[in-house]
């Protein structure tokens, strides 16, 4: 089964570690990134641009209307995902879990919806 793991920090608190705890940081995401091609259960994953690019589209009465930034205002931005295949939920828990910042922010487990006919 798919699962797509959102992973949320706060940007802010990436601007303020020192450069080697950056770094140790982003080893660890490279080390858990091979880990999952390597154990097959990785289907993909990207880094987002900070929160400050994006844009955010609605339709209202027929008309498009955009607005610079997320949706709403949090703490913690959406900063990147893994789309990983595991067994069950606790498969995919047990992979959120590895995420170097489940640690410091969170990770949201949600499964892909399946369209598909029987």
Known sequence: MK??????DNEQNWDRLP???VDAVMAGYHK????????????SGE??????T???????D?????TDGPF??????LGGYYLVEAVDLNDAIQIAARIPSAAMGCVE?????SFDTP
Do not use: N, W
């Open 54 to 60: 994006a844009t955010t589209v609605r339709v209202r």
């Open 32 to 43: 858990f990134s091979e880990d999952l091609v390597t154990s097959g259960k990785m289907i």
């Open 62 to 66: 027929g008309k498009t209307i955009t």
């Open 3 to 8: 699962y797509l793991c959102l992973i949320y």
């Open 19 to 21: 450069k080697a705890e």
């Open 109 to 113: 487990v949600r499964p892909i919806m």
């Open 72 to 77: 709403a205002e949090t703490k913690e931005q």
């Open 47 to 52: 880094a987002l641009e900070p929160v400050h």
